[in-house]
């Protein structure tokens, strides 16, 4: 019998009770009947009571737990950051490490060419062109070993059409954003997607300084934070070739979402800041052409090119190479500074670096290049410990006389 039809048979039996004369038993079993029937219904009511406080602690239960572990799923799904217009950014990576089964980690390894006025293509009218190298970098995080072996079947030349005052595809760094493997050229301003190696596709156009020029801006570095491009240029004063001031638009940068909409963000007052925790006022400068954001650190570091304490000069500029590693918070208010390995003559400076994927942010491998008479001469390749500057791989030397200053590891 179902709790309902118990219910009913009481009430079927009370209500004979009502009808049937009253004799003092009839009287002493009413007064039973009616004392359980208070009982029955405290109970129910209780019951009651208790399902609906049950429910509400499992609700709060259920919401403070979505509140504490919902963050922490996200920030580990490859594909969840930002959402824009019904789509979501995707973090993922172009390639994914493989671990060795002598305790090695083989990683990917790419980096692209600036060739300056020596990337205009003779082979095909109004075309320019760009090498990429490819290879493998072996890292043994036990050891502190590592190496790296280049794969020349692998290198490719990429082309464009797009150019400015007869000049393009002098492309400064390479990054992963959106999924999408990304480079830039500091002659147009132009944001290529590079498909499958092969194809060159343009997605962006930066226009010089605070975005409302007709010159394409000298990107120097890329950068991914919170979902969004970070494009940066030289960090300095835009001067003659005699340091004669001319404006600030080199010290501006870009914000990109994904869905390639621009914001142009003056950042004069965080690169002075840098170069006077160094020591440099203007008319000293420093020239940035590499430069990350660490979301282990809550950081910026910059490895700068070029440093000095006097005005600058094209003539004296090549000999101006550094060796600083320079670290500032999100804020700019807490910026410090080290040294990585020596200066040698000056000819060499930084011109890209990458941090190397899961290793928490605790190596860095970095590009050096070196000109002269405005030339390019060569560039090396270092890797290094962040927390000593420990070298595990010190400029080593690419072959020829190319300028490489884009660099990505997968």
């Known amino acids: 019998m179902t709790f309902t039809e118990n219910v009913k048979n009481e009430d079927e039996n009370y209500t004979s009770l009502q009808n049937t004369p009253f004799s003092s038993n009839s009287e002493k079993h009413k007064n039973n009947y009616l004392n359980n029937r208070r009982t029955t219904s405290m109970l129910i009511s209780n019951c009651f009571s208790f399902s ?9 239960i259920a919401f403070f737990s979505l509140q504490y572990y919902l963050p922490k799923a996200l920030d580990q799904c490859s594909c969840v950051k930002e959402e824009l217009n019904g789509r979501l950014y995707n973090s993922s990576s172009i390639g994914y490490p493989k671990h060795l089964p002598d305790g090695r980690i083989q990683y990917q390894i790419a980096v692209v060419s600036d060739l300056d006025h020596d990337s205009k293509f003779d082979g095909k009218k109004n075309t320019w062109r760009s090498f ?5 970098l072996y890292f043994h995080p036990e050891l502190l070993t590592a190496q790296i072996q280049w794969n020349d079947e692998e290198s490719v030349v990429l082309y464009s059409q797009l150019s400015s005052g007869g000049r393009a595809m002098e492309l400064s760094d390479l990054a992963v954003f959106d999924g999408n493997l990304l480079t830039v050229d500091d002659r147009t301003g132009v944001i290529y997607k590079i498909d499958n190696f092969n194809t060159m596709i343009p997605w962006a156009f930066l226009n010089d300084g605070p975005g409302n020029t007709t010159k394409g801006f000298k990107a120097e570095w890329m950068s991914v934070k919170d979902g969004h491009l970070f494009v940066g240029g030289l960090g300095k004063e835009w001067t003659t070739t005699q340091g004669v001031f001319q404006n600030y638009h080199p010290m501006w940068i870009k914000i990109i979402n994904l869905n390639g909409e621009i914001v142009h963000v003056n950042w004069t007052e965080k690169y ?6 160094v020591g440099i006022k203007f008319p000293g400068y420093l020239i940035h052409e590499s430069a990350q954001w660490s979301d282990v650190h809550k950081k910026w570091f910059f ?5 000095s304490n006097d ?4 003539d004296t500029d090549e000999h101006k190479g550094t060796n600083m590693l320079i670290m500032a918070d999100e804020n700019f208010t807490n910026i410090e500074a080290t040294r990585i390995g020596s200066i040698g003559d000056g000819s060499r400076g930084f011109s890209a670096f990458q941090f190397l994927p899961g290793s928490d942010d605790q190596f860095i491998v970095a590009l050096k290049s070196e000109e002269r008479d405005g030339k390019a001469v060569a560039s090396y390749l270092c890797f290094f410990r962040l927390s000593d500057g420990q070298f595990l791989i010190e400029e080593q030397k690419f072959d020829g006389p190319y300028k490489f200053e884009g660099l990505i590891i997968y």
């Open 52 to 60: 609906v406080a049950a429910l509400i602690i499992s609700l709060l």
């Open 132 to 136: 990429v190298r490819r290879g493998r």
């Open 272 to 277: 002075i800041k840098i170069r006077e925790a």
């Open 303 to 307: 490895l700068p090119r070029r440093a």
């Open 311 to 314: 005005t600058y000069s094209e």
